[in-house]
């Protein structure tokens, strides 16, 4: 009977550090989470097409790895890169100058006032804008 008592709180003790090192794990590494979600979203969605690869037609596994990031990194990488380059001008641009916002924020709330009833920005909001 000791026996059996020893061995069910030695598996009790050692869930408990596996519990403990997950939540450390998943503590630190917080950070990477959005990363690793999306690596087995590409996983799951060109899984498929590699086993098609690698099994029917016999290619190389670690060759068609690579080309499946190589072609992974066209397809979504570099039109993100692209996109990002375009929009970033524009964006360091309403930045640098609040004033064109609060002007277009303060047109479309005298445009909408007269629907609502309710002035949606005011001068006050303006200054809690360009803080």
Not at 61 to 82: H, M, N, Q, R, S
Not at 105 to 117: A, N, R, T
């Amino acid at each position: 009977m000791p026996d059996l008592f020893n061995s069910q709180l030695r598996q009790l003790f050692i869930l408990c550090i596996i519990l403990l090192m997950g939540i450390l794990l998943t503590t630190t590494l917080y950070t990477f989470l959005p990363g690793l979600l999306g690596s087995i979203t590409l996983y799951i969605l060109t899984k498929k097409q590699y086993i098609r690869l690698t099994i029917k037609k016999r290619w190389n596994a670690g060759f068609t790895a690579i080309l499946f990031i190589i072609v992974l990194i066209i397809l979504i990488a570099i039109p993100l890169f692209f996109s990002f380059q375009l929009v970033l001008p524009r964006l360091n641009h309403l930045i640098d100058h609040p004033k064109e916002i609060i002007s277009r924020l303060e047109l479309v709330s005298k445009k909408i006032e007269p629907y609502f009833g309710k002035k949606l920005f005011t001068p006050g909001k303006a200054s809690e804008i360009t803080k």
